[in-house]
């Protein structure tokens, strides 16, 4: 009777968790239709705006029109490759409502984990976990707009980047949204709809997802820390390059250095122990110089973008500053200045612009104390970039605290 009795609970728990399951994949459907319709609808209002605007210009005296065509021809084309100027701009391709393009490199196909503290951890390896949904990622999206359309009137380019972390790529799919897994809902959705919500007449959203993807079973990721690796971050800049039009660095023609022993934030958090993990950074074949102000308000100069003391994530721009001013020596640096406004995440991100811009100004906007608008006017910067990870930017208070600037 006992057998019986369990026999019959074992049998209800499984109808259950298959009731469940399904449940699941009705609300997964059901979302992936509402972001495709929004998609849809703002793909048509553009395409209407578009058609009006054309109509609108075609309008004028044909006299009037020949001019232009003239003056434009005329013009010389120094700034054939600088990303301020919209015909270098290629929309990026639809970011993927599945959580990878790539599989991942599984272990035996069996292990689980377990949530330790506010982290998943999974092979030794610790998770930021991902509750923004699609309608999380608007206040954001609203943000870019209102900035974007701010530094247009003064002819500044902006470029939006949002970057996927830890738990997107590197947790197998089986262990997602199961009951032997983990809750954690995509990001591939949520960055499909702030970039669907910008507005693409004064931002270009960066596709970064489908490059990271491409490369999930390299080490993009640490395991100890919340980051990305140099590497990951490499493979980011790549696809801006590819998506605006530019030459990317090759690191093959940098010298790598690498620090042993790096234990990070999540090392704090697990209660088990974590792999331990190595910091890559690349040194450039040209010279840049580096002016990095402090929040103490203090100066000091380097000879590079990277702490050579440092042993921990910290090697990337010295860490966490309002602001430093790189000037570049890079024979390929010939598409003027920009500024990137980042947290943390853009700290490996930064350096590899070096290679193309002239002078990189790296805001972090947590500390940075002025105006972007007037500051860019100051500093003929024609590019801006937003950089953010993906937990910063479903935070109010990040985003709020980068309405301070603008």
């Given at each position: ?359 990189v100004y790296s805001i972090d906007f947590r500390s940075w104390e002025g105006n972007l608008g007037e500051f860019c006017k100051e500093n003929g910067i024609s590019n801006v970039i937003f950089l953010n990870g993906v937990m910063s930017s479903a935070t109010q208070m990040q985003i709020d605290s980068m309405e301070s600037i603008i």
């Amino acid at each position: 009777m006992e057998n019986f009795d369990e026999n019959k609970d074992r049998e209800e728990r499984r109808r259950q968790r298959k009731q469940k399951q399904k449940q699941q994949q009705l609300k997964t459907r059901r979302t992936i239709i509402i972001v495709l319709s929004v998609l849809i609808v703002i793909l048509l209002i553009v395409m209407v705006c578009a058609c009006n605007r054309s109509k609108k210009n075609n309008g004028g005296t044909e006299n009037s029109t020949q001019s232009s065509t003239s003056a434009q021809n005329s013009s010389t084309p120094d700034s054939q490759q600088n990303v301020s100027e919209p015909s270098t701009v290629q929309k990026p391709a639809p970011l993927p409502t599945a959580t990878t393009t790539n599989p991942l490199a599984d272990d035996d196909g069996q292990s689980v984990g377990q949530m330790e503290g506010s982290v998943y951890v999974w092979n030794q390896q610790a998770f930021e976990l991902f509750y923004g949904d699609p309608d999380m990622a608007q206040p954001y999206a609203e943000f870019i707009n209102k900035a974007s359309e701010k530094l247009a009137s003064d002819g500044i380019k902006t470029f939006s980047i949002i970057v996927p972390n830890h738990v997107e790529f590197g947790l197998p799919e089986r262990l997602k949204n199961t009951d032997e897994g983990v809750t954690t809902l995509s990001q591939a959705e949520y960055i499909s709809a702030a970039y669907g919500s910008m507005n693409p007449e004064f931002t270009a959203p960066i596709n970064v997802y489908d490059k990271l993807s491409e490369h999930n079973n390299e080490y993009i990721y640490f395991n100890s820390d919340h980051h990305w690796t140099g590497l990951g971050a490499y493979y980011a800049y790549t696809a801006f390059a590819e998506q605006t039009g530019l030459t990317p660095l090759s690191l093959a023609d940098c010298t790598e250095q690498s620090i042993d022993g790096f234990t990070g934030s999540l090392t704090n958090i697990a209660e088990s122990q974590l792999k331990e993990d190595s910091v890559h950074y690349w040194q450039f074949p040209y010279a840049v110089s580096n002016t990095i102000h402090t929040t103490d308000g203090t100066t000091y100069e380097l000879d590079s973008c990277y702490s050579e003391v440092a042993e921990s994530y910290g090697v990337f721009l010295e860490g966490d500053n309002p602001l430093e001013v790189i000037k570049s020596e890079s024979p390929a640096a010939t598409s003027g200045k920009v500024a990137i406004v980042h947290e943390s995440y853009g700290n490996a991100f930064t350096p590899y612009l070096t290679y193309n811009f002239s002078e990189v100004y790296s805001i972090d906007f947590r500390s940075w104390e002025g105006n972007l608008g007037e500051f860019c006017k100051e500093n003929g910067i024609s590019n801006v970039i937003f950089l953010n990870g993906v937990m910063s930017s479903a935070t109010q208070m990040q985003i709020d605290s980068m309405e301070s600037i603008i």
